[in-house]
């Protein structure tokens, strides 16, 4: 600790200790002065002074008996001076310094449960490797989290107030004003840029910033996530440099390419089975007129120069027709090879032989990959190698796996950190809601304390669900088995429903409700089919008011359905066209301009963890209905 921030240390110290002095030495005198002086004034109300004092200090709880102990004290010094029957005016003033030290007791435990939130939050923040800050449109840092003090060098104190493209250095692709117009405009800027550490070194960092939406009497702050892809970026590097060593090898050292066509042999192999063929492979064996008749049916249609110089033929045109100008009569790989082609599979790769031009006997590795079936199969690429120079490429594609292995593990990082920003992203609107109603209800005359109270109770249950979503996720992505319980269908719909119930009345969405599984139990982690639930539930709500749907409604069904029970999510927005239905449950496949394409990819790998599945059944303008499957537990 630096001798700046030592001081600062020790003020804020000496400041905490003060309060605690200076504030029973003003309750005392504000109690002398309501009770043994003539003052005709509401003298309580000054009570509010060392409850806001000490408002920063004390936990909840004793803020709550702080001001129950003021209003009591009150109390004393209304019956001390004018006894059980006051004047209305002495009365009123009573009334109006209770209220004062009320409204006073229950805003700053407000403020103590919304730092508490606050802080919880921030603490999430810290637990990501990434780089995460808050800032001013000016660039002044608002917020510095554990893992920009890791990976820039300056600590939290050192960077809040700082300019962040003066301390950082940033190199941006573009001009700055062209990155603050996009952002302004769509919300979202995310490119690579650099910057510098304390040290000195330059980093290349993947950034994302995200343009807070500006809210009345509240300032614009750009919340900024910066992933250091240094290490990916020179693994890219090496990874194309490899390429290119491997295209250099493909050129130089005899790697022929020709095209064939297998339309006709595919027909056969279709007639074949057709006729009741089943085991090909003693088929084959037992024709080997097939096979020769199978070489004559694929046509040599392309061949680079490469492929020429190895056959020793000097033009494309007179290159050789068939495959079986080519291979030896006595070729047995090929029968593997018709057995691949036949299964369908993917890619054939074998040692084989080829005669060249001159009769020569040639030892070569041949690679095909085959088109999936129903595509063309006119235009088939082989790739015929050396086999003299197979030890040195197959070195060169093991170090090219290696690279492309540690730029996936740095990609991973990022991924689990959007996960977990994508799902705590719902409970964290819930907070929200509830908290802007527990305002409304605070403001009103007189204010509605239990209407406060439960929005207030929503709040905190928000809380603690993001705090095991994040749990979950984590151990989602890990692989780790989830944490399960028996719990009832209808009661895990029904608290789902619950935590997004503020939103949806925000949106103005009509909510119905068909929970038919009363005593269907099923084995799950509560927490994460809650958040299956919320997301599907979100997704419509946003979906519904995106297409500004007229009278939108979600409804809710639970049932059983044999040894299984199903929730249905169901909307009447626009739907799904074929290709968003196909794709919707693919990894950052996103509709939206601000969306991250993850709540349906993990939703699907939650529901799956579960033994459970997931569909979707729409039609596009006519809505859509998300259906989840599970197992249910043997009664």
């Known amino acids: 600790?630096?001798?700046?921030?030592?001081?600062?240390?020790?003020?804020?110290?000496?400041?905490?200790?003060?309060?605690?002095?200076?504030?029973?030495?003003?309750?005392?005198?504000?109690?002398?002065?309501?009770?043994?002086?003539?003052?005709?004034?509401?003298?309580?109300?000054?009570?509010?002074?060392?409850?806001?004092?000490?408002?920063?200090?004390?936990?909840?709880?004793?803020?709550?008996?702080?001001?129950?102990?003021?209003?009591?004290?009150?109390?004393?010094?209304?019956?001390?001076?004018?006894?059980?029957?006051?004047?209305?005016?002495?009365?009123?003033?009573?009334?109006?310094?209770?209220?004062?030290?009320?409204?006073?007791?229950?805003?700053?435990?407000?403020?103590?449960?919304?730092?508490?939130?606050?802080?919880?939050?921030?603490?999430?923040?810290?637990?990501?490797?990434?780089?995460?800050?808050?800032?001013?449109?000016?660039?002044?840092?608002?917020?510095?989290?554990?893992?920009?003090?890791?990976?820039?060098?300056?600590?939290?104190?050192?960077?809040?107030?700082?300019?962040?493209?003066?301390?950082?250095?940033?190199?941006?692709?573009?001009?700055?004003?062209?990155?603050?117009?996009?952002?302004?405009?769509?919300?979202?800027?995310?490119?690579?840029?650099?910057?510098?550490?304390?040290?000195?070194?330059?980093?290349?960092?993947?950034?994302?910033?995200?343009?807070?939406?500006?809210?009345?009497?509240?300032?614009?702050?750009?919340?900024?996530?910066?992933?250091?892809?240094?290490?990916?970026k020179a693994a890219d590097a090496a990874l194309r440099a490899s390429e290119a060593r491997y295209r250099n090898i493909f050129n130089t050292l005899a790697v022929g390419i020709w095209e064939?066509?297998?339309s006709c042999l595919r027909a056969a192999l279709k007639n074949l089975r057709a006729s009741?063929?089943?085991?090909?492979?003693?088929?084959?064996?037992?024709?080997?007129?097939?096979?020769?008749?199978?070489?004559?049916?694929?046509?040599?249609?392309?061949?680079?120069?490469?492929?020429?110089?190895?056959?020793?033929?000097e033009r494309k045109e007179d290159f050789f027709r068939s495959l079986a100008e080519i291979l030896p009569s006595a070729e047995g790989s090929f029968i593997d090879f018709l057995i691949a082609v036949d299964e369908g599979r993917s890619h054939y790769q074998a040692e084989t032989e080829v005669l060249n031009r001159r009769g020569q006997i040639i030892p070569i590795i041949v690679a095909i990959t085959f088109p999936p079936p129903g595509h063309e199969a006119n235009r088939v690429q082989a790739v015929v190698l050396d086999i003299t120079e197979r030890r040195r490429l197959q070195q060169a594609i093991d170090h090219a796996k290696q690279e492309a292995e540690q730029a996936l593990r740095a990609a991973a990082m990022g991924e689990l950190s959007a996960s977990i920003a994508h799902e705590v992203n719902q409970p964290l609107a819930a907070i929200m809601t509830s908290s802007e109603a527990a305002l409304?209800?605070?403001?009103?005359?007189?204010?509605?304390?239990?209407?406060?109270?439960?929005?207030?109770?929503?709040?905190?249950q928000a809380t603690r669900h993001a705090t095991g979503v994040v749990s979950r996720v984590r151990k989602l992505v890990s692989r780790a088995r989830p944490e399960t319980e028996a719990i009832a269908v209808d009661s895990l719909a029904a608290e789902a429903l619950r935590l997004v119930r503020h939103d949806l009345g925000r949106r103005n969405i009509l909510v119905r409700t068909d929970l038919a599984a009363a005593d269907a139990l099923i084995r799950a982690d509560r927490v994460l089919l809650q958040q299956v639930l919320v997301n599907l539930m979100t997704n419509a709500a946003q979906a519904m008011t995106a297409a500004a749907t007229v009278a939108p409604t979600i409804e809710v069904r639970t049932r059983r359905d044999g040894d299984r029970a199903v929730v249905d999510i169901i909307d009447n927005g626009p739907g799904f066209d074929p290709d968003s239905a196909e794709r919707a449950f693919d990894a950052f496949f996103t509709t939206r301009q601000d969306g991250m394409g993850l709540g349906l990819a993990i939703s699907r790998s939650t529901v799956e963890a579960h033994e459970g599945t997931i569909k979707i059944v729409s039609e596009p303008g006519v809505g859509a209905r998300l259906s989840i499957s599970l197992p249910l537990l043997p009664a």
């Open 1 to 232: 600790m630096d001798s700046a921030q030592y001081d600062r240390s020790v003020s804020k110290t000496a400041l905490r200790r003060l309060r605690l002095a200076v504030s029973p030495v003003l309750i005392v005198v504000i109690f002398l002065l309501d009770t043994f002086t003539p003052l005709i004034s509401a003298v309580a109300v000054f009570y509010v002074v060392p409850l806001l004092m000490l408002g920063d200090i004390f936990s909840v709880r004793q803020v709550r008996l702080l001001f129950l102990g003021m209003i009591g004290l009150a109390s004393f010094s209304l019956l001390f001076d004018h006894g059980v029957r006051p004047e209305f005016a002495t009365l009123l003033r009573y009334c109006v310094s209770v209220a004062a030290i009320s409204i006073t007791g229950f805003l700053v435990m407000k403020t103590i449960r919304d730092r508490q939130t606050l802080l919880g939050q921030a603490a999430l923040l810290d637990v990501t490797h990434d780089a995460i800050f808050t800032r001013s449109p000016e660039g002044r840092i608002l917020f510095w989290n554990r893992g920009a003090e890791r990976l820039y060098g300056w600590s939290r104190d050192e960077a809040v107030g700082q300019n962040r493209h003066e301390l950082l250095q940033t190199q941006f692709p573009t001009s700055l004003e062209t990155i603050n117009d996009h952002l302004h405009a769509q919300g979202l800027w995310e490119g690579e840029i650099r910057q510098r550490r304390r040290d000195g070194a330059w980093l290349t960092l993947l950034s994302r910033w995200s343009l807070d939406e500006p809210r009345p009497g509240k300032p614009v702050v750009i919340l900024e996530s910066n992933t250091d892809i240094t290490a990916s």
């Open 260 to 262: 064939h066509d297998f």
């Open 276 to 313: 009741g063929v089943e085991d090909l492979h003693a088929y084959l064996t037992q024709h080997p007129e097939f096979i020769r008749d199978a070489q004559q049916m694929i046509p040599i249609t392309d061949v680079n120069e490469t492929a020429l110089r190895l056959m020793d033929v």
């Open 440 to 460: 409304r209800w605070m403001d009103r005359t007189p204010p509605d304390l239990d209407e406060t109270r439960e929005a207030l109770t929503d709040v905190l």
